[in-house]
């Protein structure tokens, strides 16, 4: 059995003075959530409140982004050790946002997931097609592309997929649970002819695109959706809460 997974995408929301709050009343909702692995993902500049507000917690940290450098002259960027040093154990990588407006690529995202790994970080690696790719037939191409390229040449057990949609991101439009499997047994398909049946069983692959706790229990009771990256329906702990106990 993959233990589920539900990780909270703050995106560009939530102050550092807000992040403790935030975390304290996820901490506290989520406290029966017994084999569902809860993280949460501020902004950078919340990193530090958060991880104080974790520790010692079963609310884990992740980060938003990470350089495939350790260090270097790349203004704006931060490294995978920099995380580590704050306490960070899970970075998401590749999110169509990153994609659409910063010039994320597949090389990119294969570079950046390496860094996380060699850093012991667990990457969240997102992945998904636009709406007019979906309409014009092409999601299995751009998903099956996407997958091969970002995870090429690394330990595909160690990763995290998320399946999100473009189309169904803050539009308050969702898959179909029938159209979310049909995807995430599309990856698995994929990540077993890239590294065998064993390992593509055991990779978990989160359903990202507008999942709120009406849709949850639904969506992750398809047989190969593991969880949910969560936007929207983190920014409040009672709604991320209700996702995340709708996996136990």
């Not at 902004?43 to 938003?64: E, I, M, N």
């Not at 931060?78 to 999110?95: N, Q």
């Not at 709406?131 to 091969?148: C, H, N, P, S, T």
Request: overall charge negative; aromatic content about 4%.
């Amino acid at each position: 059995m993959r233990t589920k997974i539900v990780a909270g995408n703050w995106k560009m929301n939530k102050a550092a003075s807000e992040a403790a709050a935030l975390i304290e009343g996820i901490k506290n909702a989520t406290a029966d959530a017994a084999g569902v692995e809860v993280v949460v993902c501020p902004p950078f500049t919340g990193l530090k409140d958060a991880a104080a507000a974790c520790a010692g917690s079963h609310v884990k940290l992740g980060a938003q982004n990470v350089h495939w450098e350790p260090s270097g002259a790349y203004t704006g960027e931060i490294s995978a050790g920099m995380l580590k040093d704050l306490g960070v154990t899970h970075v998401i990588i590749g999110h169509s946002e990153r994609r659409q407006y910063f010039g994320e690529t597949d090389e990119t995202v294969n570079k950046r997931t390496k860094a996380a790994l060699a850093a012991g970080l667990v990457p969240l690696v997102c992945v998904g097609e636009t709406l007019g790719e979906r309409d014009a037939g092409q999601m299995d191409e751009v998903v099956v592309r996407q997958i091969k390229l970002g995870l090429a040449d690394l330990d595909i057990a160690k990763v995290v997929i998320a399946y999100e949609p473009v189309w169904a991101i803050g539009t308050g439009r969702t898959a179909s649970p029938a159209q979310a499997q049909e995807a995430h047994a599309l990856i698995r398909r994929t990540l077993a002819e890239m590294a065998g049946g064993d390992v593509a069983n055991g990779v978990r692959i989160q359903y990202g695109g507008s999942m709120k706790p009406e849709n949850a229990k639904e969506l992750m009771g398809q047989p190969d959706i593991d969880g949910g990256l969560i936007g929207g329906a983190a920014l409040t702990a009672d709604s991320f809460a209700a996702i995340v106990m709708a996996g136990v």
